[in-house]
C-alpha cells in the first residue's frame, strides 16, 4: 500500500471516529436528581460498640407561625428502617431520635447507617442534624448539620 492510500484510511477512519462520538454522547442525557426540598437524606455513618447515633430536629419558625410535623428514620445499609419517630414541632422547640449501637449492632462488627428526615409544612422551619456520641463519655464523634443550608 502506499502512504497515500494509508492517509486515506487513516483520516476515514478518524472522521468515522469523530462521528460516532458525536452521534453517541448528543444522545445521552445527563442524570436528572430527584430533591424533594421537605425531604433531608444524611450521609452513610458508622456505629461502632458503646456509640450512639441522634438525629435532632429543631423548629426555628417564628412563633406566629403553624408548628411542622417532621418523621425521622435511621436505616441500616440495605435500607431497613431501623428505628423512626414522628413528631409535632411548635415554634422553637426541638426533639431526636436516638439509634444506640446494642439495639441493632452485631458485636464483632461496626454497622452502617443512614438517617433520613421529612418535614410536613415549610422545609425552611426546621433543621435537621445528625450525631454519632460515645455512650460512656457523651463526647461528640461525628457531627453532622443540616444537609440542605447552603
Known amino acids: 500500500m502506499n502512504s497515500k492510500n494509508i492517509s486515506i484510511r487513516w483520516?476515514?477512519?478518524?472522521?468515522?471516529?469523530i462521528?460516532?462520538?458525536?452521534?453517541?454522547?448528543?444522545?445521552?442525557?445527563?442524570?436528572?436528581?430527584?430533591?424533594?426540598?421537605?425531604?433531608?437524606p444524611f450521609p452513610m455513618v458508622?456505629?461502632?460498640?458503646?456509640?450512639?447515633?441522634?438525629?435532632n430536629m429543631v423548629n426555628i419558625g417564628d412563633p406566629n407561625l403553624n408548628p411542622c410535623e417532621?418523621?425521622?428514620?435511621?436505616?441500616d445499609s440495605q435500607g431497613k428502617a431501623l428505628a423512626r419517630d414522628v413528631q409535632r414541632l411548635d415554634p422553637g422547640m426541638a426533639t431526636f431520635l436516638d439509634l444506640s449501637y446494642a439495639a441493632v449492632g452485631n458485636?464483632?462488627?461496626?454497622?452502617?447507617?443512614?438517617?433520613?428526615?421529612?418535614?410536613?409544612?415549610?422545609?425552611?422551619?426546621?433543621?435537621?442534624s445528625?450525631?454519632?456520641?460515645?455512650?460512656?463519655?457523651?463526647?461528640?464523634?461525628?457531627?453532622?448539620?443540616?444537609?440542605h443550608i447552603k
Not at 46 to 55: F, H, I, N, P, V
Not at 107 to 128: H, M, S, Y
Not at 130 to 147: H, R, S
Open 11 to 17: 483520516m476515514t477512519l478518524t472522521a468515522l471516529g
Open 19 to 40: 462521528a460516532l462520538v458525536f452521534f453517541f454522547g448528543a444522545r445521552t442525557e445527563p442524570a436528572q436528581a430527584y430533591e424533594d426540598p421537605n425531604e433531608k
Open 46 to 55: 458508622g456505629l461502632a460498640k458503646g456509640q450512639t447515633a441522634r438525629l
Open 70 to 75: 417532621v418523621q425521622m428514620v435511621f436505616y
Open 107 to 128: 458485636p464483632n462488627i461496626r454497622v452502617q447507617i443512614r438517617a433520613w428526615v421529612k418535614v410536613i409544612g415549610d422545609p425552611t422551619l426546621c433543621l435537621a
Open 130 to 147: 445528625l450525631e454519632v456520641f460515645d455512650d460512656e463519655t457523651g463526647k461528640t464523634a461525628v457531627f453532622i448539620g443540616d444537609p
